[in-house]
């Protein structure tokens, strides 16, 4: 069963920089495609990025396009999401999520309804 936690989130100034992680402590032998996503007060749920099971293919939406920078560690079972140029307009709480895949396809996967599993979220706040 897959259990996500994530940490590294806290209060940074404007230019400011976070990584981001995303630890499974329940990985299977299953292969799993990762995003995080954001959500703001008062806003949806927004895409933030996404990694295929290898790290060989990511993709973000233009909004952190960049700054942001999505990578795993399959050894680890650790996904980061590195945040550079950090403006307020980033803050939310920050959430990763999982899927399985299967290794012969190399689809990208950015809503959240593609997701079975989710972590609690970490807060990021950054101030002007």
């Known amino acids: 069963q897959v259990h996500l936690v994530e940490s590294g989130g806290g209060l940074v100034q404007a230019g400011g920089s976070l990584r981001l992680s995303c630890v499974d402590s329940?990985?299977?032998?299953?292969?799993?495609?990762v995003g995080w996503f954001r959500q703001a007060p008062g806003k949806e749920r927004e895409f933030v990025a996404t990694?295929?099971?290898?790290?060989?293919?990511?993709y973000y939406p233009d909004s952190v396009k960049g700054r942001f920078t999505i990578s795993r560690d399959n050894a680890k079972n650790t996904v980061y999401l590195q945040m550079n140029s950090l403006t307020p307009e980033d803050t939310a709480v920050y959430s990763c999520?999982?899927?399985?895949?299967?290794?012969?396809?190399?689809?990208?996967?950015?809503?959240?309804?593609?997701?079975?599993?989710w972590g609690q979220g970490t807060q990021v706040t950054v101030s002007s």
């Open positions: 999520a999982a899927r399985p895949v299967s290794t012969y396809y190399n689809l990208i996967y950015s809503r959240p309804d593609e997701y079975d599993y």
């Open positions: 329940g990985r299977t032998s299953s292969t799993y495609a």
């Open positions: 990694i295929n099971w290898s790290g060989s293919t990511t």
